[in-house]
């Protein structure tokens, strides 16, 4: 079972750049599909991007496609999102999170589709 631990979060100015990692440990995650996911106040979770084990294909919802790109280094455990142009509504606690077993590419994206969650990094930005 993976667990993973965010961090990187913090306070940055509309346009700025910030970078998110996450920790991982515990077997299996060199086989498993990460994501991240984020929840603002008064908001459902939300998807934000995965990556597939190995890297080759990643996916992005709408709201980030072309700001965000998440990466991952199975060597060294870790997942990335590196976040650039942010804006006031990216504002959120953002999680880092393994995609449940059996999950197709076809659900992915949904909020649903994660289990194994950290504790969230706060990322705010200001405008």
């Known amino acids: 079972q993976v667990q993973v631990a965010e961090s990187g979060g913090g306070l940055v100015q509309a346009g700025g750049s910030l970078r998110l990692s996450c920790a991982a440990s515990?077997?299996?995650?060199?086989?498993?599909?990460m994501g991240w996911l984020r929840q603002a106040p008064g908001k459902e979770r939300e998807f934000v991007a995965a990556?597939?084990?190995?890297?080759?294909?990643?996916y992005y919802s709408d709201s980030v496609k072309g700001r965000f790109a998440v990466s991952r280094d199975n060597a060294k455990k870790m997942v990335y999102l590196q976040m650039n142009s942010l804006k006031p509504e990216d504002t959120a606690v953002y999680y880092c999170?393994?995609?449940?077993?059996?999950?197709?590419?076809?659900?992915?994206?949904?909020?649903?589709?994660?289990?194994?969650w950290g504790q969230g990094t706060q990322v705010t930005v200001s405008s």
């Open positions: 999170a393994a995609v449940k077993t059996g999950i197709t590419t076809a659900q992915i994206m949904g909020a649903d589709s994660y289990d194994n």
């Open positions: 515990g077997l299996g995650f060199t086989l498993t599909a």
């Open positions: 990556i597939t084990w190995n890297g080759g294909t990643t």
